[in-house]
C-alpha cells in the first residue's frame, strides 16, 4: 500500500510537471494570437473609421492614434503574459510587484525626464495638438512629422535631416497644417512709382494665378491687400496674403513673386535696391557741387 502511494504521489508530481509547460505554450499561443489580432483588428477598425470621414485632418489623427493604440496594445500584452509564465513556474507575482512599486519610486526620482516625455505625449495626442504627416515646428526645430509615439517626435526638416524630439521639451507646438493657411507675401517698390498702380497689377496677376489650373485649385479666396506696410530705407513695402490649401503657402508665395517680377519687368515698375546719396555740402553763396549716387547691390 505504501509502494502505491508511494508511485500514486510520484505520478502526480510528473503530472503537474507535464502541465506545467502545457500552460505556458498556451499561455504563449494565446498571447501571440492576442497581439496578431491586435495588429489587424486595430488597422481594420481605423480604416473603417476612415471610410466614414472625407477630412483630412481627421484621417491623420485616425492614423496616429491607430499606431499609438497598437503599441500600448502589445506592450499590455507582453507585459500581462510575462506575469502568467512566471506565475505558472512558481515565481511568486506579489513580491515582484511590491518590489516594482519600491524600484519605480526610487527610478522615478531618477527618471522625471522620461515620465515627463511620457506624461506630455499623452496630453499632445489627447488633445490632437500633433498627428503624422503634419508640419510643425516643436523645441526650435520645424519639418514633416513622420511620427508622433508617447515618448518622442521624429521631425524630418526640408534638408532631409532628422530630428528626434522628447516630448518633454516641448512646451509650444506650431502646426502649419490645419485647416488652411495664409501665404504672407511683401512687395517693395521704389518711392517713385504709383502705390495704386502696383495694387491693380497685385490684384491683375492674383486673379490670373486663380485662372491657373494648377495653382487655382491651391488658392481658397482672393487676394488680401492689406497696404502699405512699412517705408524701408529704399522701398514702399506692401503687404498682401492669399488664404490658401494647408501646407501650400510656400507654392503661392513663390508662384505670386515669379508672376510679378515679370509683370514688374514688363510694366517698367522700378524693383528697388540699397542705395546710398552723398550730399557734399553747400557753399555759402548757395553754389554746391553735383551730387553722387553709390549703388550698393
Same mark, same amino acid.
Not at 498627428?131 to 519639418?143: F, H, L, M, N, T
Not at 526638416?157 to 516630448?167: A, K, L
Not at 501650400?248 to 517698367?268: N, P, S
Given at each position: 500500500?505504501?509502494? +502505491?502511494?508511494?508511485?500514486?504521489?510520484? +505520478?502526480?508530481? *510528473?503530472?503537474? =510537471? =507535464?502541465?506545467?509547460?502545457?500552460?505556458?505554450?498556451?499561455?504563449?499561443?494565446?498571447? *501571440?494570437?492576442?497581439? !496578431?489580432? !491586435?495588429?489587424?483588428?486595430?488597422?481594420?477598425?481605423?480604416?473603417?473609421?476612415?471610410?466614414?470621414?472625407?477630412?483630412?485632418?481627421?484621417?491623420?489623427?485616425? &492614423?496616429?492614434?491607430?499606431?499609438? +493604440?497598437?503599441?500600448?496594445? =502589445?506592450?499590455?500584452?507582453?507585459?500581462?503574459?510575462?506575469?502568467?509564465?512566471?506565475?505558472?513556474?512558481?515565481?511568486?507575482?506579489?513580491?515582484?510587484? /511590491? !518590489?516594482?512599486?519600491?524600484?519605480?519610486?526610487?527610478? %522615478?526620482?531618477?527618471?522625471?525626464?522620461?515620465?515627463?516625455?511620457?506624461?506630455?505625449?499623452?496630453?499632445?495626442?489627447?488633445?490632437?495638438?500633433?498627428?503624422?504627416?503634419?508640419?510643425?515646428?516643436?523645441?526650435?526645430?520645424?519639418?514633416?512629422?513622420?511620427?508622433?509615439?508617447?515618448?518622442?517626435?521624429?521631425?524630418?526638416?526640408? &534638408?532631409?535631416?532628422?530630428?528626434?524630439?522628447?516630448?518633454?521639451?516641448?512646451?509650444?507646438?506650431?502646426?502649419?497644417?490645419?485647416?488652411?493657411?495664409?501665404?504672407?507675401?511683401?512687395? %517693395?517698390?521704389?518711392?517713385?512709382?504709383?502705390?495704386?498702380?502696383?495694387?491693380?497689377?497685385?490684384?491683375?496677376?492674383? /486673379?490670373?494665378?486663380?485662372?491657373? &489650373?494648377?495653382?487655382?485649385?491651391?488658392?481658397?479666396?482672393?487676394?488680401?491687400?492689406?497696404?502699405?506696410?512699412?517705408?524701408?530705407?529704399?522701398?514702399?513695402?506692401?503687404?498682401?496674403? +492669399?488664404?490658401?490649401?494647408?501646407?501650400?503657402?510656400?507654392?503661392?508665395?513663390? =508662384?505670386?513673386?515669379?508672376?510679378?517680377?515679370?509683370?514688374?519687368?514688363?510694366?517698367?515698375?522700378?524693383?528697388?535696391?540699397?542705395?546710398?546719396?552723398?550730399?557734399? %555740402?553747400?557753399?555759402?553763396?548757395? !553754389?554746391?557741387?553735383?551730387?553722387?549716387?553709390?549703388?550698393?547691390?
Amino acid at each position: 500500500m505504501d509502494t +502505491f502511494n508511494a508511485l500514486l504521489k510520484e +505520478f502526480s508530481y *510528473w503530472s503537474e =510537471a =507535464a502541465r506545467i509547460p502545457l500552460r505556458i505554450g498556451i499561455i504563449l499561443v494565446v498571447s *501571440w494570437i492576442a497581439l !496578431s489580432l !491586435s495588429q489587424k483588428l486595430i488597422p481594420m477598425l481605423r480604416k473603417q473609421l476612415q471610410e466614414r470621414t472625407d477630412d483630412p485632418e481627421q484621417l491623420k489623427r485616425l &492614423e496616429t492614434l491607430g499606431r499609438v +493604440f497598437r503599441y500600448i496594445a =502589445a506592450v499590455l500584452i507582453t507585459l500581462i503574459s510575462g506575469m502568467l509564465v512566471l506565475a505558472e513556474l512558481g515565481v511568486s507575482i506579489a513580491p515582484i510587484l /511590491a !518590489s516594482a512599486g519600491v524600484i519605480g519610486i526610487a527610478i %522615478g526620482f531618477g527618471a522625471q525626464s522620461l515620465i515627463k516625455d511620457y506624461f506630455n505625449g499623452f496630453f499632445l495626442l489627447l488633445e490632437d495638438q500633433v498627428r503624422q504627416d503634419d508640419v510643425v515646428e516643436v523645441a526650435g526645430k520645424g519639418g514633416l512629422v513622420e511620427e508622433v509615439t508617447l515618448r518622442y517626435i521624429r521631425l524630418r526638416d526640408y &534638408e532631409g535631416n532628422v530630428h528626434f524630439i522628447p516630448n518633454g521639451v516641448i512646451t509650444t507646438v506650431t502646426n502649419r497644417s490645419r485647416s488652411f493657411a495664409y501665404a504672407v507675401i511683401n512687395i %517693395g517698390i521704389a518711392y517713385r512709382e504709383n502705390v495704386e498702380e502696383v495694387f491693380e497689377v497685385m490684384r491683375e496677376v492674383a /486673379a490670373g494665378m486663380r485662372q491657373d &489650373e494648377t495653382l487655382g485649385p491651391l488658392i481658397l479666396e482672393d487676394i488680401d491687400i492689406a497696404g502699405v506696410d512699412d517705408w524701408a530705407d529704399s522701398a514702399v513695402v506692401i503687404r498682401c496674403r +492669399f488664404k490658401v490649401q494647408v501646407l501650400q503657402q510656400w507654392t503661392v508665395r513663390r =508662384a505670386f513673386l515669379l508672376r510679378m517680377k515679370k509683370e514688374f519687368d514688363r510694366r517698367g515698375i522700378e524693383i528697388p535696391f540699397p542705395h546710398l546719396t552723398l550730399y557734399p %555740402g553747400q557753399a555759402k553763396d548757395g !553754389s554746391a557741387p553735383p551730387l553722387h549716387i553709390l549703388n550698393q547691390g
